[in-house]
């Protein structure tokens, strides 16, 4: 995959440094244009029944009236494509003009249909022309040639009717749906993601049609972030017209998970400047997805501003494959280690041992013990107020030098050091000193701790370019061979938990899913008038957050994952309420990661590497899947949260949940 970076003129990005959005052709649908030099559109999808008219357009104003500027409605067939129409003459009627898409999995007659009507069609590349039976096919080049042309001969007449209507389209790839000839030749790859669409855009560009939008959608971030930037390098390359990118992750799931899930993956690709037009899919009313899009977007409206970065003349890190930077492992930093979490108490003073809950430590006064939940963070930041109590053996506490220099146990507590305390000291702990340095340090910084094998970085940026700012300071690091670990601490002042969760997602997570960085800090800021409860609030936001963004890059699983879709006419039951009671029983099984799907046709293909699937077959029937292998079909939705977890306890991977 290396070669695959030939220079960084052929890089995903036009800068790596400076922000700049990548320049793309404008694609009208309806009164909207995606891409060229218009703001980046804000877009969601309905989860009413399509043949439902008066719900779907009441959702459909919901949605508007909530910041959603596109929409996009499930078409599975004939009669739900000629749906539309009513749907969208009554949006028309109450003086709604927002432009409505058809979402077409396996039907091109629904898409033609649909293409007359409405102002722009999703296909799926890996369905449109292919029905998934999981087989792996041997081609040779000439059969394969052959599957092209069929593609081509299933495909043209939409492209003739898009052309003919001006209606747009978005050739949306998704990692779990991949057909079975791009898997058996390029496997579940983001290059077979990025061929997947290919295939169909050739045949678009033949016919002289370029309105077209891409996505590259999956639920594993680092999948996501990889295909988005090898399609664009690809396009690049290829000589293809440089098209809008719709960005997304699939299955994010809801709440908290579901927005840091979805920040990682789009967070990331908008600070690179990627990214026309944003679609959050969370398992809520999609009336709560466009705030969400709308608050990634908008970061970046004055990013252009920022301080400037330096230039980075070789680029050593791989941006389509995931490489964790080479560090040593110091106390339990690095090496193999799962990256840390360093949690900031420093601004409540004498904190009590009951108060460390907000950490995920609780102290069990009956029992005179410490137990931990599956987020307990792995160190405490308590600056200048030291903790009175022994801490529990699973935590450790880092405290100021000033007051590490002074403590009568200098063993079991570590020192944090600002650049010129380090330079002038002549204690240090024995195992473990932090040294917090800017970004804009770090090049000085290196030659004197090269050698250390008892000091980590907490590295931090003042530039509101924040991501990129960081991400230089470890190209520094790779170019200077440094083997540091290096934690990145963020700060949000001022910020609700909405944003520092999406912010977070972003900076850090956009650093983890390239391999970089061995753990994570938030720090904690004190406005006058808060309480000690808001500030105790606001920790406990901090630390599940950290372990949020860790579990979203796919760098520490400390929690259940739940591969939940966000629901579409399709669906076959209530998926919120179906996931908050799935999640209730099984929110102990720390790294299980389990599907959640609405509907038999895509959610199979859309679970992606899930280990177990809960996935509706029928009204009020569940099949259940380990793996892709179907274990139970048709099972009634009463029993089947049971016979989900006899299907996990059958496979050993079952533990009774504890109670605290
Ligand atoms: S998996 Fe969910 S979102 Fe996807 S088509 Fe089925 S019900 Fe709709």
Redesign the pocket.
Known sequence: MDSLIKSLDSLYCDSLTSYSRRKTIPVRVGDVIIGGENPIVVQS?TTVDTMDTKGSVEQCIRMIESGCELIRI?A?SLKEAENLRNIKAELRKRGYQTPLVA?I?FTPNAAELAAKIVEKVRINPGNYADKKKFEVIDYTDASYAEELERIRDRFLPLVKICKENGTAMRIGTNHGSLSDRIMSRYGDTPLGMVESALEFLRICEDEKFFDIVISMKSSNTQVMVQAYRLLVQKLNEGGFKPYPLHLGVTEAGEAEDGRIKSAVGIGTLLEDGLGDTVRVSLTEDPEFEAPVARALIDRYTHRAAHAPIREIANYPITPFEHNKRHVAEIYNFGGHNVPRVITDISKVEKISDREMKAVGHFYLPELDKWKMNDIGCDFVYSGSNPIPFMLPNGMKEIQDFAIWNQAPDQVNKFPLFHLDEYKKASRFHSEINFLEVLDTEIEETIPAIQDRTDTVFILKTNNTHSMPALRRAFVSLLEAKSTIPVVVKVSYPDQTADMTMLYAATDVGGLLVDGLGDGIFISLEKEAEHSRQEVLDQIKLHNSVSFGVLQAARTRMSKTEYIS????????FD?QETTAMIRKRTDHLKGVKIGI???I???PG?MADADYGY??SGKGKITLYKGKEVVKRSVPSEKAVDELIEIIREDGMWIEPETI
């Not at 629901?567 to 076959?572: E, I, K």
């Open positions: 999808m499930t599975p979402d999995h879709c966000p629901s579409c006419g399709r669906t076959l998926l799907m609405g509907c046709v895509n959610g859309e996935v509706g």
